[in-house]
């Protein structure tokens, strides 16, 4: 049981460039989550989804996009690469509050992004 | 605004001594308050949630509204302690977001 996956682990990027970032969970959970982690910030929300085809913004949407095609895989993306979107990225799933109370979320490995 | 604050960035302590991570959170409602912990070149974990009332790897936590507080204890501290500690807040059944705090590296001294 993999739980969550995310892929890369490790990218750089030249300021302007685009790309994916991908996470997929094989535990059925309805919610998935991406978060950045900023040193002395913690993790800070970026985008969720509630199910398949819905996201939403969290507290740093800004720069990044998402998409929730498959309920066992969230994207997120970079549409131009900017030095300040450096950090490392983790995706997390949970179960819907609704089905099971407080679920906790699980969390990847995380992706580790560079941007020159 | 909800927010979580952890005042310690890092926190050293003796192998063998007690252990308190401090956790104060800004909620008005009924929060569900979580401990997460990430060891070196690992995931982040859930460690415990107060509404458990658990105990796990010897760590405690009581959620205190009084004080706002969700402390994380440990009688005596083990080397493989050592790691980041996360305490999380999310607003109540129905809500989708996690409100993290900064973190608390702990450092066990052996």
């Known amino acids: 049981n993999a739980g969550v996956t995310q892929t890369p682990k490790f990218r750089v990027l030249k300021t302007g460039q685009s790309m994916t970032l991908l996470c997929a969970q094989d535990m059925n959970h309805e919610y998935m989550y991406w978060y950045r982690q900023d040193p002395g910030m913690g993790l800070r929300l970026i985008h969720y989804s509630v199910g398949e085809g819905t996201t939403a913004k969290g507290e740093v949407p800004d720069g990044y996009n998402v998409s929730r095609l498959k309920k066992q895989n969230f994207l997120l993306g970079l549409e131009s690469a900017a030095p300040s979107q450096t950090s490392v990225y983790f995706c997390a799933s949970s179960y819907s509050t609704s089905q099971s109370g407080n679920q906790p979320q699980h969390f990847g490995d995380g992706t580790r992004l560079s941007i020159l | 605004a909800q927010r979580v604050t952890q005042p310690e960035k890092l926190l050293s302590v003796f192998k063998g001594a007690p252990v308190e991570l401090k956790c104060n959170y800004s909620y008005s409602g009924s929060p569900e308050l979580f401990w997460y912990v990430q060891y070196s070149r690992q995931r982040l974990q859930l460690l415990l949630r107060?509404?458990s009332r658990e105990s796990i790897k010897g760590f405690t936590a009581d959620l205190n509204k009084g004080e706002t507080s969700f402390h994380l204890k440990k009688p005596f501290a083990q080397e493989e302690d050592s790691a980041m500690y996360y305490c999380a807040l999310r607003s109540g059944a129905g809500s989708y977001q996690l409100t993290f705090g900064k973190g608390t590296k702990l450092s066990v001294i052996p």
């Open positions: 107060h509404i």
